[in-house]
């Protein structure tokens, strides 16, 4: 019986897993990069401070807090033989952390924030994505 489950499992190489978690991080920053954007775009003044000040603050969330996860979850997936389960890409509490975080999207996005405090967040969320991101792509490029 686990031997037929098996030829259902989405199975993939390491350099896939690294591919996707690279990808992952990359495209949900983008998005929020847009969502920050188009909530900035109708602001009428301050929108060159927001944007320096959201990079600014992008850049230490990226340095002091997502290069440590993203460095974490590469070596984890390094440690994986190929033929790895693709849901693998992440571990159980990081895809509870993620849904905590869509959750938390859900709140903001409803929320009574003014449009220039949820520009701010989302720009600094997408860009720290982004650029935390790179350590996948390194690895992904140098993976054999």
């Known amino acids: ?10 199975a993939a190489k390491r350099k896939t897993l690294l591919l996707l978690s690279a990808g992952l991080w990359t495209v ?10 188009f909530r900035l775009a109708p602001l009428p003044e301050y929108k060159l401070l927001i944007v320096i ?5 992008a850049a230490f969330k ?4 997502l290069d440590r996860a993203a460095v974490k979850s590469i070596k984890r997936i390094l440690t994986f033989e190929d033929g790895t389960c693709l849901g693998a890409v992440y571990s159980i509490k990081t895809w509870l952390l993620v849904l905590c ?21 989302y720009l600094t969320i997408g860009l720290a994505l982004i650029i935390s991101s790179r350590h996948g792509w390194r690895e992904w490029a140098s993976c054999e």
């Open 1 to 10: 019986m686990e031997q037929r489950l098996k030829q259902f499992k989405p």
């Open 28 to 37: 949900i920053g983008l998005m929020l990069v847009c969502k920050g954007g």
């Open 53 to 57: 000040s959201a990079t600014l603050a």
């Open 62 to 65: 990226s340095r002091f807090m």
């Open 101 to 121: 975080m869509i959750g938390m999207g859900v709140i903001l996005r409803n929320s009574s924030l003014p449009m220039y405090l949820l520009s701010f967040i």
